[in-house]
């Protein structure tokens, strides 16, 4: 069935940087693509990129491009998401979700329990 | 970009009773449209993909319907446990994936 869990909740100071763990187990790593989504406080849902977990092709939307990277550990089956010159407003819960399909035009069928990431002087 | 709109925002509704929420895309995602549930503090769950389809484990209390810009989520029999947020997302015209903000289902 499968399972994604991720990296315990940050503390940063506004500049810094955070780099998040996506641990996958259960099912084939590279045969599914993982995204990050995030959440802040209140709010709704946040697409920021889409890595390949068989090449490590990237997408990430506009708004994160040159902020935002994305790596996999096919030996670990673990996916990163590092985001950096962190602000106030990247305060949120942030999410992988896995791909559903062998390429992105499937939903998100497992999600990871999501990591609290707060940005604060 | 596609931008997903999502009616009501806030809908209340008496335990037993059926639910309706709408997500209008602004350009036709053919049915390339899923639906997830979230309570608070917990992931999003994939409820309905393909527009009709229900996600593994998903009752069947639970249906969708639509195709281009028109779609629905139905509840036919509230119970306590489906209160909740639903999103929407389409996954048509990737990228970006895109999500509407939001239904909150409450208790009336």
């Known amino acids: 069935q499968g399972q994604l869990v991720q990296s315990g909740g940050e503390l940063k100071k506004p500049g810094a940087s955070v780099k998040v763990s996506c641990k996958a187990s259960g099912y084939t790593f590279q045969n599914n693509g993982i995204n990050w989504l995030r959440q802040a406080p209140g709010q709704g849902l946040e697409w920021m990129g889409w890595i390949s977990a068989h090449n490590g092709d990237t997408n990430y939307d506009q708004k994160f491009r040159g902020r935002v990277t994305m790596t996999t550990d096919s030996s670990t089956s673990t996916v990163y998401m590092e985001l950096r010159s962190l602000r106030s407003d990247d305060t949120a819960v942030y999410y992988c979700a896995r791909v559903a399909g062998g390429y992105p035009l499937y939903p998100f069928d497992i999600w990871g329990q999501g990591t609290m990431v707060t940005v604060s002087s | 970009e596609v931008v997903m709109t999502q009616s009501p925002a806030t809908l209340s509704v008496s335990p037993g009773e059926r639910a309706t929420l709408a997500c209008r895309a602004s350009?036709?995602?053919?049915?390339?449209l899923a639906w997830y549930q979230q309570k608070p503090g917990q992931a999003p769950r994939l409820l309905i993909y393909g527009a009709s389809t229900r996600a593994t484990g998903i009752p069947a209390r639970f249906s969708g319907s639509g195709s281009g810009t028109e779609f629905t989520l139905t509840i036919s029999s509230l119970q306590s446990e489906d209160f909740a947020v639903y999103y929407c997302q389409q996954y048509n015209n990737w990228p970006p994936y895109t999500f509407g903000q939001g239904t909150k289902l409450e208790i009336k």
């Open positions: 350009q036709s995602v053919s049915s390339n």
